[in-house]
């Protein structure tokens, strides 16, 4: 059974701002995408790893890949992640039977849970971790509040999200005019039931500045190495 990773590197970071995109930022001596590629690596489960980045980061892709023995091809990513994933698929057809799609963006992976993944995608084709909601959710329309949703059914999705190579090349081929914001709901329209591991928020996506502060924090914390 093999087992490769679509980073999904490609983003321009237009909420976080600046010149740079938010995975190339150094947080406390790395960048943002190398502490999820140092899972990867670690993992005995990973196969390979497949690394999408912008037009102009070329540079970097390579260096990455210089640098990391499971990154085992690079290209540019798409107009929007969606697309970028796309592209990881095509390039991983007929290489691997279980992918694992992750965000750039999200450093504090840890090996546990992306093993944890990968060993639940066996029996439920589709699993991806998740926070309960711990806040009251309403659905708001122009500022207004239509309803409350009930809180103990509202899951937060996070990456990486692990499939079944096939299941999810099909959900993108039969979806393709679609632009869904995770890759899950694409086989959730094929009629499948993803299942959710329940996880830490540290493995919170780096979206603003904000976001970035509380990163170097639970580096400077030592949360992590
Ligand atoms: N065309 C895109 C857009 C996003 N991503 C990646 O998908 C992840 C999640 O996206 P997001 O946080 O939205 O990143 P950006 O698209 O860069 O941010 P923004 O929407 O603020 O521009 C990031 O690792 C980002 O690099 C990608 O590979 N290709
Ligand atoms: C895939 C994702 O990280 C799951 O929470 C999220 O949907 C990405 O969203 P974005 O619009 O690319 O920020």
Known sequence: MKTCA???AAGKGTRFGGDTPK??????GKMIIEYSLEVFEKSHFIDGVVLLVPQGFEDIAKSLKNKFSKVISWDYGGKERADTVKRGLEILKGECDIVAIHDAARPFITLELLEKLIAEVETHFAVAPGILAKDTVKFVVDGHIQNTLPRSNICLIQ???VFKFDLI???????????FTDDLQYVERLGIKPK????SSINFKITTKEDLLIAEAIVEKGYWQ
């Open 196 to 199: 959710i591991i329940e996880n």
């Open 23 to 28: 995975q190339f930022l150094f947080l406390k």
């Open 159 to 161: 990456t990486p999200q």
């Open 6 to 8: 679509i980073l999904c």
């Open 169 to 179: 090349y099909r959900g993108y081929e039969m979806f393709k005019n679609e632009l």
